[in-house]
């Protein structure tokens, strides 16, 4: 089932969205650990009251979790899931058949 190429198909389509995702995610955290730690003075730079640019993109960090995780569950339901149920019932269907 592996080298099927509806599996590989599957495959490919997991990895082109996992991995940019993931290089998007991974670069904007180590931008905001750069800045906070090179950058102390810009990411102190006052906003509204006590709110500071460094706390508005320390919470950016948890929006962007939230963002992707939506992204990622809406792409698989929509790209993933389907295809993998179709070779899940292709296995399926050939394993009854190899034991009949």
Do not use: C
Request: proline fraction near 4%; avoid cysteine.
């Amino acid at each position: 089932m592996q080298a099927s190429p509806e599996f590989q198909e599957l495959r490919r389509r997991l990895r082109s969205f996992v991995f940019p995702m993931t290089a998007f995610f991974l670069i904007w955290y180590v931008i905001y650990v750069l800045l906070s730690t090179y950058a102390s003075g810009f990411m102190s730079t006052p906003v509204w009251g006590n709110v500071n640019i460094g706390l508005l993109l320390g919470l950016g960090q948890f929006v962007t979790t939230f963002a992707i995780t939506g992204i990622y569950v809406r792409f698989a339901n929509r790209e993933l899931d389907p295809r993998a149920e179709a070779l899940r019932a292709e296995m399926i269907t050939s394993q009854e058949a190899k034991l009949s």
